[in-house]
């Protein structure tokens, strides 16, 4: 454990005891170790993180947000009868009594505690497995239900704004950064049969169909805890990303990640399709936990988020491709255009089976 990082940990309020540090995970934003404390009463866990200040440029406002957001969770946990210290996330403080530590460098640290008895999984390899993912995220939506999104910070601008999305994609298109327009005149058409689509969820929030959330806006399955001995969930993590937003953003990225057939950047497009089990299976626990807390309204947009989800990843791959790969890691060439082609392709499978992904919502949403 190097010094700056020892410094880093000293500032937190931690129990006495021989402490070291590792790092921990795979994740592709944020630095992150794990804890060591041991106490006479035996090891104790915590996780410390550097939150990355290119992706977040406010870290403090990332703070902010989870500060109020956990401390919301923890009431309604309590109220319920369970474990906030398992069911949500447990920040730190510091022995000045903040959530976090700004390094030399003018770098933001902070430190969960450690849910111990849990497991994570990168993919969902069954229906079974989905559906608990949809549980967690369901029930992590209806929870925060009745908390107030306007006074989150939009940590991320336009996030999930697809309307910008597709303003970025013609900024790149007009600009053709890295020469490659020739490449992608197919690409691009496609994308614009959307222009006037890509409007959908936020028309529908501007006419006041459906209501501002809070909302994950990162609805990986490995950002859900699963018991290590009943695989139910436990715990949604990762919370720098909670924004305000839509209740169909958090479902349509689920099955963009977890209902797609092939890999994200598959080249072979015969194997991009959307999997009805794997769609039906996460309706079904999301719904069932979030489905009293949402207007019809908000489920009949569910397949539409599923949709625009897809295909605004798809032109954020695409735009940078044109821009030069400038902002996701690639690892061959047209890396960016074959994730955006295969994207591409699972909202063609979609619309394909729109009728029966409809039908799924209108038969378990009520």
Not at 181 to 209: P, S, W
Not at 247 to 276: C, K, M, P, W
């Amino acid at each position: 454990m190097d010094e700056k990082i020892r410094s880093i940990i000293a500032q937190f309020e931690l129990p006495e005891g021989e402490t070291d540090a590792r790092p921990y995970g795979n994740g592709h934003i944020n630095d992150t170790m794990c804890v060591r404390v041991q106490t006479a009463q035996g090891e104790q866990r915590f996780i410390l993180q550097r939150v990355n200040s290119y992706v977040f440029p406010r870290p403090k406002e990332v703070i902010e947000n989870i500060e109020q957001v956990t401390a919301y969770l923890r009431g309604i946990i309590e109220r319920a009868g369970g474990d906030p210290r398992r069911e949500t996330l447990t920040l730190i403080r510091t022995r000045e009594g903040a959530h976090h530590v700004i390094a030399p460098d003018g770098e933001l640290w902070r430190m969960y505690l450690f849910i111990e008895g849990t497991q994570s999984v990168d993919l969902p390899d069954t229906p079974a497995l989905f559906a608990l993912c949809g549980r967690a995220f369901g029930k992590f939506q209806r929870q925060l239900g009745g908390f107030d999104a306007s006074k989150l910070h939009e940590t991320i601008v336009d996030f999930h704004n697809t309307p910008a999305r597709y303003r970025q994609l013609e900024d790149a298109i007009a600009r053709n950064e890295a020469g490659r327009l020739h490449q992608v005149q197919e690409e691009i058409a496609f994308c614009r049969r959307y222009a006037r689509e890509v409007h959908a969820l936020l028309d529908a929030l501007n006419a006041g169909e459906i209501p501002l959330r809070v909302t994950h806006n990162d609805t990986k399955i490995n950002n859900v805890l699963l018991d290590a001995q009943t695989g139910e969930g436990v715990c949604v993590i990762d919370l720098d990303t909670v924004m305000p937003g839509l209740a169909a953003y958090d479902f349509g990225d689920s099955i963009r990640a977890g209902a797609n057939t092939a890999e994200e950047d598959e080249r072979d497009l015969s194997r991009v399709s959307l999997s009805l089990p794997m769609f039906r299976a996460f309706a079904e626990g999301f719904l069932a936990e979030a489905g009293a807390a949402l207007n019809a309204r908000e489920k009949e947009l569910l397949p539409m988020g599923a949709k625009l989800m897809t295909l605004e990843c798809g032109m954020r791959f695409l735009a940078d491709h044109l821009n030069g790969d400038k902002y996701f890691k690639v690892h061959r060439e047209n890396h960016n255009l074959d994730r955006a082609r295969s994207q591409f392709a699972l909202v063609r499978s979609m619309e394909a089976q729109w009728e029966e992904m409809a039908a799924i919502i209108r038969e378990i949403g009520g």
